[in-house]
């Protein structure tokens, strides 16, 4: 049997590669063909890679609420990134 990468960290993930993952991880556990130990690793990996989406989205809504209406239209005030 090929030795199998180890996954990369969950910082690095995009959001959306964050996210293919996770829907993976779930599919995987709903199925119940993992042992135990391999479950639990699977749920753990899944808790990480739900926390950063989590992060990912509160960042996008806070740049997203940097927007403000003004009188004229819509001005941006800068976001730190």
């Not at 997203?64 to 819509?74: D, K, M, P, Y």
Request: aromatic share 2%; net charge negative; glycine share 4%.
């Amino acid at each position: 049997m090929p030795a199998t990468a180890p996954p990369r960290p969950v910082a690095e993930l995009s959001f959306e590669d964050a996210m293919a993952e996770l829907e993976q991880i779930v599919r995987a556990l709903e199925e119940g063909r993992q042992t135990l130990d391999e479950a639990l690793a699977a749920y753990e990996r899944g808790t990480a890679l739900r926390q950063h989406c989590e992060a990912r989205l509160a960042e996008v809504e806070a740049r997203i609420n940097a927007i403000v209406t003004t009188e004229n239209g819509l001005a941006t005030r800068p976001v730190a990134p």
